[in-house]
């Protein structure tokens, strides 16, 4: 990954929402060596400022899925506002991962819904 790394990319690890907001319409791209868009990967890591900036970025792709066929959504669950943010550009809390897991069970599982 390192000097292959998108500038988003490599801006969501640091949680530097600032510096994603500087991007542009830089902000929602490329994608890590786990398949993870910077959208995706702000959900998975739990940097609720990115995710729900990216969230309503016109660029994020919401139905994006990483190599776990996980969505951002799925990881999103236990942050409402995301969730939200998410669910108003049309994620589909339905879509399963590899293991079958979907937002829609693991929200319900987590006492999210």
Same mark, same amino acid.
């Given at each position: 990954?390192?000097? +292959?790394? +998108?500038? =988003?990319? &490599?801006?969501?690890?640091? *949680?530097?929402?600032?510096?994603?907001?500087?991007? *542009? %319409?830089?902000?929602?791209?490329?994608?890590?060596?786990?398949?993870?868009? /910077? !959208?995706?990967?702000?959900?998975?890591?739990? %940097?609720?400022?990115?995710?729900?900036?990216?969230?309503?970025?016109?660029?994020?792709?919401?139905? =994006? $899925?990483?190599?776990? *066929?996980?969505?951002? !959504?799925?990881? =999103? $669950?236990?942050?409402?506002?995301?969730?939200?943010?998410?669910?108003?550009?049309?994620?589909? /809390?339905?879509?399963?991962?590899?293991? +079958?897991?979907? /937002?829609?069970? %693991?929200? &319900?599982? *987590?006492?999210? $819904?």
């Amino acid at each position: 990954m390192g000097g +292959s790394e +998108s500038k =988003a990319i &490599a801006t969501v690890r640091r *949680g530097a929402l600032e510096d994603l907001e500087l991007l *542009g %319409e830089d902000a929602a791209a490329g994608v890590d060596g786990d398949g993870c868009t /910077p !959208l995706i990967l702000a959900c998975k890591s739990h %940097e609720k400022a990115c995710a729900f900036f990216l969230a309503q970025h016109r660029l994020s792709d919401v139905h =994006a $899925v990483d190599a776990d *066929g996980a969505t951002a !959504l799925l990881y =999103a $669950v236990p942050h409402a506002s995301v969730v939200a943010a998410l669910l108003s550009r049309g994620a589909d /809390p339905n879509i399963k991962t590899t293991s +079958s897991r979907t /937002p829609l069970t %693991e929200a &319900a599982h *987590g006492g999210h $819904v």
